[in-house]
């Protein structure tokens, strides 16, 4: 029996499940303060022997094992989690190995092993929500270096007509600041859910994440894109972004057919749960 938690900035959901992605209990538990929050997330996994348990968190975290601060939430913008070591109360309430990775990491592990990238080595899985998170399997791995990738910070070309500042309490305009949920509803004055006719608000946004889909294939070659998070259910940015991309990569790159190559999550909203089901295999392996 595997632990889960895909630990969300609005909520965490925990479940526990098996490695073939079967889930045979989940709760959803409101994110407030982690003395609240995780009194919960204990109290669930309480109710079963789990053999290890895996962690999807927003970040940013410390992913470096090296690290005095591994497995904290580090220097988040949700203050009570500030600084927070994450691993360490699971492991103080369970002796067992915890995986611990971002929130779209574990969604992208998801992806490649029972999603839409089933059976690649390499896939990219972008979320588009609240902020713009992205996590990647390159060769096998998930990505990882002096911390974990932050790609939805990345900055984009202004459409000339945009005259939108962004949200980004960092850089203002970058690809999150621009694209994001909040920065939909703050541009257009309404939220993205209410917005769905309007197709030049689609449009815009294909015009951003086509620039950043550009930078990310560029650099990193993925052999799979998945865009997820609650703005990409509207489906009508689809169509734009590959317009987009199209005019610019021009040729360039040789891609995929590009509704092949840049799709949904095959596991729908559960590929947070379901990578994080996945985190905690690989750490009973590596135990
Ligand atoms: P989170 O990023 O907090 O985990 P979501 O992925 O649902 O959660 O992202 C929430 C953001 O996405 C909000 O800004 C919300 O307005 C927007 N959003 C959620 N659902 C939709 C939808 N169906 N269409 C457009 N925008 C949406
Ligand atoms: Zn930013």
Redesign the pocket.
């Known amino acids: 029996m595997l632990g889960a938690i895909e630990a969300?900035?609005?909520?965490f959901v925990c479940a526990v499940g098996d490695e073939k992605g079967t889930i045979i209990e989940r709760i959803q538990i409101p994110t407030t303060i982690p003395e609240k929050t995780m009194k919960e997330v204990i109290a669930f996994f309480q109710k079963y022997e789990v053999d290890a348990i895996g962690i999807g968190s927003f970040g940013p975290i410390d992913v470096n094992k090296e690290s005095p601060t591994y497995g904290y939430i580090t220097s988040t913008p949700k203050t009570a989690w500030k600084d927070y070591p994450f691993i360490q109360t699971m492991k103080d309430a369970f002796s067992v190995p915890i995986g611990f990775n971002t929130d779209v990491n574990a969604a992208a592990l998801g992806e490649a092993t029972l999603g839409a990238a089933k059976g690649l080595d390499s896939c990219l899985y972008i979320?588009?929500?609240?902020?713009i998170g992205a996590g990647a399997l390159v060769q096998g791995k998930l990505l990882q270096g002096l911390s974990h990738p932050e790609m939805g910070h990345t900055f984009v070309r202004r459409h000339p007509n945009d005259s939108y500042d962004g949200t980004c309490p960092y850089h203002k305009d970058c690809l999150e600041g621009l694209a994001?949920?909040?920065g939909?509803?703050a541009r257009w004055g309404e939220?993205?859910?209410d917005?769905?006719e309007r197709s030049e608000v689609w449009e815009l946004e294909g015009y951003y994440i086509a620039q950043a889909l550009m930078q990310y294939i560029l650099i990193i070659s993925p052999k799979k894109i998945i865009l997820?998070?609650?703005?990409m259910?509207?489906k009508q940015v689809f169509p734009f972004i590959y317009k987009h991309l199209t005019e610019l990569m021009n040729h360039y790159v040789d891609l995929p057919e590009l509704t092949d190559y840049i799709v949904s999550p095959g596991l729908g909203d559960d590929a947070g749960i379901t990578g994080s089901l996945l985190l905690a295999y690989e750490a009973l392996q590596q135990d």
């Open positions: 969300g900035g609005t909520k979320t588009v929500g609240t902020g994001a949920g909040p939909i509803e939220k993205g859910i917005l769905s997820g998070g609650g703005v259910k509207q």
